[in-house]
């Protein structure tokens, strides 16, 4: 074991959270980076300045969340979804799911598009799921606020007339009801939690970049087996199947990274 080992285990086994689920070098560079932050060179220094500081516990863990999200993140890949909900369309009542939703952006999104494209209120659900307690409760509350770094308005900008779905007062946009309604978020693990059942879409992005290929694939398992026959998939356009699930997916859009479940 060395050092930086350490730190994860007690990261893992005090602090709780699943550094055995991340990919090294993505907790190498979080961890260095909160060490710089702190003067520390050597990790042995900094689990001693973890131990004794409550303060720098909260920073790193703060550090190591990946909640990183957006409206509409990649809007080519939203548009072809209109194609994918009108053909859902045609089948009946449908069941979206947003997992990994972070602070509730995606599933959001999902929602916007549905009634853009025309769906009734009644004729689709999105669930949306993550595996952190706290984004979903600024989820929930569907407030969010343009920054020197982050403008909303432009996110929204693949909706027409997104005043339609989103109340604004300078630069804080509050998700309106008619959308917040059809979104239930709740609390699920991707690698220990059961699937969902009967699911037509479901959108796992940007999640698998962070994660390591041995958890992976149960993450991936636990879609597949959400997903019904004939539904689909999409995950992160710099993200990829692993192999062992290749067989059970036809891609509709390859770059977009967009699958359908076979037979
Ligand atoms: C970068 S965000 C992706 C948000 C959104 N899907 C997007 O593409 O913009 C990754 C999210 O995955 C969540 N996450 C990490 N491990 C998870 C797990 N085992 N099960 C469910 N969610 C998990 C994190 O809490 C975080 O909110």
């Given at each position: 074991m060395t050092a930086f080992d350490d730190v994860l285990t007690y990261v893992e086994e005090?602090?709780?959270?699943?550094?055995?689920?991340?990919?090294?070098?993505?907790?190498?560079?979080?961890v260095s980076s909160r060490m710089r932050r702190t003067d520390v060179t050597e990790h042995e220094e900094y689990l001693d300045l973890l131990r004794d500081d409550v303060g720098e516990?909260?920073?790193?863990?703060?550090?190591?969340?990946?909640?990183?999200?957006?409206?509409?993140?990649?809007?080519?890949?939203?548009?072809e979804l209109r194609g994918v909900l009108d053909a859902l369309a045609e089948d009946g009542s449908m069941?979206?799911?947003s997992a990994a939703c972070s602070d509730g952006r995606e599933p959001y999104s999902m929602a916007m598009l549905a009634l853009d494209q025309g769906l009734s209120p009644r004729d689709f659900e999105v669930?949306?799921?993550?595996?952190?307690?706290?984004?979903?409760?600024?989820?929930?509350?569907?407030?969010?606020?343009s920054t020197r770094t982050t403008d909303i308005g432009e996110q929204l900008?693949?909706?027409?007339?997104y005043e339609r779905f989103v109340e604004q007062e300078e630069d804080r946009f509050v998700v309106a009801d008619q959308v917040r309604d059809r979104v239930e978020f709740e609390q699920h693990?991707?690698?220990?939690?059961?699937?969902?059942?009967?699911?037509?879409?479901?959108?796992?992005?940007?999640?698998?970049?962070?994660?390591?290929?041995?958890?992976?694939?149960?993450?991936?398992?636990?879609i597949t087996r959400s997903l019904r026959i004939g539904g689909y998939l999409v995950i992160g356009k710099t993200e990829t199947l692993p192999e062992e699930l290749k067989a059970e997916y036809q891609a509709v859009d390859k770059r977009l990274r967009i699958y359908k479940k076979c037979e």
């Open positions: 005090e602090l709780g959270f699943a550094t055995s689920h991340y990919d090294s070098s993505y907790l190498d560079r979080r516990r909260e920073r790193l863990l703060d550090a190591l969340s990946v909640n990183v999200t957006s409206f509409f993140r990649n809007p080519d890949v939203w548009k069941k979206l799911w669930i949306a799921t993550d595996i952190d307690e706290e984004v979903l409760e600024v989820a929930r509350e569907g407030v969010y606020h900008g693949p909706i027409d007339d693990d991707l690698i220990n939690d059961a699937p969902k059942q009967d699911v037509d879409l479901v959108s796992c992005r940007n999640l698998f970049i962070y994660i390591n290929a041995e958890h992976k694939l149960p993450m991936l398992r636990t």
